[in-house]
């Protein structure tokens, strides 16, 4: 069964960091374009970052751009987000997604998706 875990949300003070960790199983995370996603409360799911399999080349949302950063280890079949610099907006529930289609930062591109994980940032 396919499956996608992530970890590592949490509240943090503005300006704090957290790292998110995208756990995969299931089958090889390293064949699927990985992506976060992220969908704070009354506002649509938004692609966040995006890194491809292979060259692990990585695309950013303009506003998380100099602050995040998305990086795999292919052997522990995992996905993270390092996100520093954190603000109130970036406040919501973060989701990884799986797919190999479509437009990266766009929610139809893919059809794995784990549960999610709340970050709260105070300000």
């Known amino acids: 069964q396919v499956q996608l875990v992530e970890s590592g949300g949490g509240s943090v003070e503005a300006g704090g960091s957290l790292r998110l960790s995208c756990a995969a199983s299931g089958y090889t995370a390293r064949t699927f374009r990985i992506a976060w996603f992220r969908q704070a409360p009354g506002k649509e799911r938004e692609g966040v970052a995006v890194i491809y399999t292979g060259s692990s080349f990585t695309l950013y949302a303009d506003s998380v751009k100099s602050r995040f950063t998305i990086s795999r280890d292919d052997t522990t079949n995992t996905v993270y987000l390092q996100m520093n610099g954190l603000n109130h907006e970036d406040s919501a529930m973060y989701y990884c997604?799986?797919?190999?289609?479509?437009?990266?930062?766009?929610?139809?591109?893919?059809?794995?998706w784990g549960q999610g994980t709340q970050v709260t940032v105070s300000s």
């Open positions: 997604a799986a797919g190999n289609r479509g437009r990266p930062l766009t929610t139809s591109a893919y059809n794995i």
